[in-house]
């Protein structure tokens, strides 16, 4: 039945009309989601947690390969449509929920039985960072794998040096392996989006950097990449100078090894922890 689904024909049959506002672009050619499915670490083992199934063109290909498929879908209209898409998939739930309001460690738990499990989804455009972070703070998955606008899965993938690292590369890489899968061009979309997208899949693991104090460090990450063509001494300073006085600050920058004229975007994890590990003793110290 997969192949053979006419999902624009259920969804016109339904009544349904995309709403900009919730993200609505759905996936039309049928080999992405078949890919994104076989790329996510989906198997007869495996709880996946999907965040939109839309029409459910993700998530049949996620319960053919998955041992039980729970879906957070926000849009109540989908409903009728799911029931009658995934009707032939009894391992494919969806529960009508806000993925930045679910209780997500509570639901894995309560679905994936002490399974593995993994996240997969189409994010939609307007919730990228806090689905992705809330994904990934729920520590419940070995991987996340998810759709997202191009230039944001090359951000998240981007190494240090490049233009294109930033703070939220700092956290996902501080969180796991992120990988680009493929592109996906506008032309897979309905309706058509206005820019390409790209499949990530970031594996997850314990911290990859250790650190005195978690939140220091990402206050460090933020605080580096605020003014992103100041020197990390001006970012620093302007972020701590309150609370930490200038000879402090360098003493900081000395012991860890860091030449205050760098810019946020040439440090790696390590050089983050290292810096934030000196800042933060200095500040408990105040
Ligand atoms: N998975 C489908 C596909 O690939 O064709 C649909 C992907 S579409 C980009 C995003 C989906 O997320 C839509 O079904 C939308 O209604 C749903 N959505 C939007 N905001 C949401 C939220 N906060 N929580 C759960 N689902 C949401």
Redesign the pocket.
Known sequence: MSGALNYKEILTRHGFSF?KG???????NPAI?ARIAEGCGADADTFVL??????????RELGLRAARVTA????ER?LPVLSETLADLPNCEVVL??????DIPALVAAKAKGRRAVAA???????TSP?LARLIDSGCFDAVTV?VQKEVAHRLAAKPGSADYGAFSVYVQYHGVPRILFDVPAGC?TPRPKVDSAVLRIDLDAPRVHTRSETRFFEVVKAGFAMRRKTLRNCITSAFGSRLPSEDILSAFAEAEIDPARRAETLSLEDFARLSDALDMRLRKE
Do not use: C, R
Not at 50 to 59: H, Q, R
Not at 72 to 75: G, T
Not at 121 to 127: F, Q, R
């Open positions: 709403s919730l993200g609505q672009n759905f996936l039309t989601p999907e965040v939109g199934p839309g029409a459910g063109i993700l998530t957070l879908e926000i849009d989908l929920e806000d993925v930045l309001k679910a989804a189409n994010l939609p455009y307007y919730i689905a759709m979309f």
